[in-house]
């Protein structure tokens, strides 16, 4: 049994002179909270199990983004907004001009005609009626759909189809420049016209693969077909998520097998793991009830609530076991337990919270919504941890193998323990700020190469060997028009748009576009116009310019493509095809142009960035780069002002969160040196990298200050601390970095990316408390002036 004058020296917590109001309401009406948290058990885990992926174009861009608004703005006089679909037609043996290739296009382009969330009035394929050929003869302009009136697949009409396909503008664009493909182009409705709902992509990329690949390829073996598009690579990313159930399963046996080996305790084991998943339900139930979905990003959340759970419970069980073996009964061990720990875990928790909401601040839905999915579920473990484990553990208790264990092993771990509290001594302390000076030196000079973006070609978020990536080259490697556009939108008066000065300066523009490094091509009406008028001049390269006269050139765009002109000649876009969509590229055309607008932009005419799915990239990485920094300052600034309040000193902050710093900027460097790029799938880790890891040195030092205030010396403080709590941190780091380490095997390569990093900031975290911070302490610690604080205090 316990007794009054242990539990005063012995639990005596930081703040001595704290009430222990909490643990009096809990422990006094455990039978009552624990059926109402079984209630709430119950309503939210059936809420849980009905929750959905949920994908959304416009919640994963930068809505706010001057180049955003301008896109939205205009949208309606836009073709190339960035949400479309490619799907290239392919044959394997011959080109396409065969009775049976033009007939399963045909089926094709009708089948994408009817799915639903196309906009039909802008499908584009050789079958529909807006792809057209047009000539100048002696009698003047003629032209007509490329598919010639009478076509009837015989060799004499699939000649003509050849002379209308040469005669055309496509050869490049929806039609490869070897004539072995074709592509039907779809832009999609954001929200479904039949339902009114936001378009489903998970079940749209099943669609496309059930209705058009595996459909004709199966009917047609000389097919093979290819699918690219913001569409096609959410659906592939929500299909991987199923691969993600597996994981977790992975993770929650592993940890579920080495908190065993840790414990030696089933209740010790089994309570923590349960009231995680517990977390992980009551989550998943709100998110449901606020109208939240899964998206591909805030999928992974779930991992980080059962993580940080399981994290907090170690030290619940740890604390219990010492307490247990001391010979107290399961109710005195987890009233003990809870005194130890509610207020730095409380502090940790919070911590954790924080660092997630300052991800609210970056102006993109889909991270806003990671942030609050993750704020919710540290929400929740605060009381699955601090409240429901503690309760459950205080009538079962902890096992005896487990109570045995830390009776038996005392000894044996205290020389494991008595060798690393050297890493506060007086001698060993030095060489560890060295090592980490030296650390931070080569932090620093790698991460200078961290780039913001992607770095790849294609769909970075999924594997370069994925059936997307290699869909996406096939098209970069056949078409002279590459998926990556953005589009310039040149804004005038009404009835304006054809202006000289108007095309001349977007001819200007061109110009400096195709010196530019990265651009592979652009078009405009100043294109059309050159085109025709030298047409019009029986072809004489000396007329491809662009005429002063205004009667010229309004006869010259008479027959613009569509997607060219507006209807009320107030716009027009300038469309700029990009090799790829690295950061590097992005920036380097962004420059270009808003150099250009600055000095050329006037009353007549005004150049507006930015649309097309490299607009939209454009964006999203400047709001990224800018946010990154602001969220760093913010969640350090947070974590900092709690773990003040709480330990009421600044020397505290310092050993807390110097090695979080540390960490912070080796995994930028790592970053930078895996060429994983800062976007929105990797942003949010190094916030919740810090989040997370701030609780490891929380509960070192909030141990180590308890020691000293006893009046024990640093070295023989910090050797207690380790025995009592340093063990649970070493074994929580090593656990959930082995948890997470198993994400790099995902087909999700961005799951895969946040796996490795948050594998390395979990052991370094962790490494930073158990090596980095007893030695920042042997500096900054003044135990003499702490103990008189204390007295005062008293």
């Known amino acids: 049994m316990s007794n009054p004058k242990h539990d005063k020296g012995e639990h005596y917590l930081t703040t001595p002179k704290a009430e222990p109001f909490l643990e009096r309401l809990i422990f006094n009406n455990r039978a009552v909270i624990l059926v109402l948290l079984t209630i709430l058990t119950l309503f939210l885990g059936y809420n849980a199990v009905k929750i959905q992926p949920d994908a959304s174009f416009e919640r994963m861009i930068p809505l706010e983004h001057p180049y955003i608004v301008n896109m939205l703005e205009h949208r309606d006089d836009l073709e190339n907004l960035g949400n479309f679909v490619r799907i290239a037609v392919e044959s394997k043996d011959g080109d396409i001009f065969s009775q049976e290739y033009m007939e399963t296009l045909k089926q094709i382009t009708d089948e994408v005609f009817y799915l639903s969330g196309v906009d039909r ?54 039609i490869s420049d070897n004539f072995k493909s074709t592509i039907v182009y779809a832009p999609l409705y954001e929200n479904d016209p039949e339902t009114g709902e936001p378009l489903d992509y998970g ?46 399963g992975i993770t929650i046996v592993l940890t579920t097998l080495l908190l065993f080996w840790y414990s030696r305790s089933i209740t010790g084991t089994l309570v923590p793991v349960f009231t995680s998943i517990i977390a992980v339900f009551w989550q998943l139930g709100t998110l449901r009830m606020l109208g939240y979905g899964l998206d591909p990003y805030s999928v992974l959340v779930p991992f980080l609530v059962f993580a940080i759970g399981i994290s907090h419970g170690v030290q619940i069980v740890n604390a219990m076991a010492v307490e247990a073996a001391k010979g107290f009964d399961p109710i005195t061990a987890a009233r003990l337990a809870f005194r130890a720990l509610y207020i730095p875990g ?83 302390a030095p060489i560890s700020l060295l090592i980490a000076v030296i650390g931070l030196g080569l932090g620093l000079y790698y991460k200078q190469d961290l780039k913001v973006g992607d770095l790849d070609q294609g769909a970075p978020e999924l594997r370069k060997d994925s059936r997307y990536n290699q869909d996406n080259a096939y098209i970069i490697d056949n078409y002279s028009t590459s998926a990556d556009v953005m589009v310039v939108m040149v804004k005038t008066p009404v009835e304006q748009c054809t202006q000289y000065s108007v095309l001349r300066a977007m001819d200007s523009l061109q110009w400096e576009l195709a010196n530019t490094p990265g651009v592979q091509s652009t078009a405009s009406l100043a294109d059309v116009s050159k085109i025709v008028t030298k047409a019009l001049n029986e ?101 900092s002002l709690l773990c003040f309040l709480t330990f009421r000193s600044i020397r505290a902050v310092l050993c807390i969160v110097i090695p979080l710093g540390l960490t912070s900027i080796l995994c930028e460097a790592i970053m930078a040196v895996s060429g994983i790029g800062i976007k929105v799938a990797t942003l949010p880790v190094i916030a919740l990298g810090v989040g997370i890891g701030v609780d490891y040195g929380i509960y070192i030092y909030s141990k180590l200050e308890k020691y000293l205030l006893e009046g024990k010396t640093l070295q023989d403080a910090y050797f207690e601390t380790l025995r009592s709590t340093g063990k649970a941190v070493v074994f929580t780091g090593v656990t959930l970095g082995i948890g997470v380490v198993t994400w790099i095997f995902s087909p999700i390569k961005f799951q895969a990316d946040m796996g490795f990093l948050l594998f390395f900031m979990f052991l370094w975290n962790m490494i930073g408390a158990i090596w980095l911070l007893p030695a920042l302490a042997r500096f900054l610690l003044r135990p003499e002036r702490m103990l008189e604080k204390a007295r005062t205090a008293k």
């Open 539 to 639: 072809g004489n390269w000396n007329w491809y310019a662009i005429s002063r006269n205004q009667t010229i050139i309004n006869a010259s765009i008479r027959n613009a493509p569509s997607g060219l002109i507006n209807t009320d000649c107030s716009l027009t876009p300038l469309l700029v095809f990009l090799e790829d969509h690295k950061a590097e590229t992005l920036q380097t055309a962004v420059e270009v142009v808003e150099e250009f607008a600055q000095t050329n932009s006037n009353e007549e005419h005004t150049f507006l960035l930015a649309a097309g799915n490299a607009g939209v990239e454009a964006a999203t990485n400047e709001v990224i780069s800018k946010a990154k920094d602001m969220m760093l300052i913010f969640v350090y600034g947070v974590v």
């Open 203 to 248: 079940t749209f990329s099943r669609q496309l693969e059930e209705k058009i690949r595996e459909k004709y390829e199966a009917q047609n073996p000389n097919i093979d077909i290819h699918i690219v598009g913001f569409a096609k690579k959410v659906g592939d990313l929500i299909e991987g998520i199923g691969s993600i159930a597996w994981f977790a």
């Open 346 to 428: 409380m502090l940790a928790l919070i911590s954790d919270a924080f660092g997630f909401l300052t991800l609210f601040f970056i102006e993109i839905d889909v991270i806003r919504d990671l942030a609050v999915a993750a704020g919710i579920g540290v929400a929740f473990v605060i009381i699955t941890n601090l409240v429901l484990h503690v309760l459950i553990m205080s009538y079962i208790g902890i096992s005896k193998g487990g109570v045995r264990h830390v009776q038996n092993h005392g000894e044996k771990q205290d020389r494991k323990w008595r060798l690393l509290s050297n890493f506060s001594h007086p001698s060993v």
């Open 121 to 174: 009035s802008g499908l584009k394929s050789l079958w529909t009626s807006n792809v057209r050929w047009v000539e100048v003869t002696e009698q003047g302009f003629q032209g007509g759909t490329v598919i010639p009136d009478d076509y009837d697949g015989s060799r004499e009409s699939l000649e003509q189809l050849r002379q209308n396909v040469l005669r055309s503008n496509e050869v490049g664009r929806l």
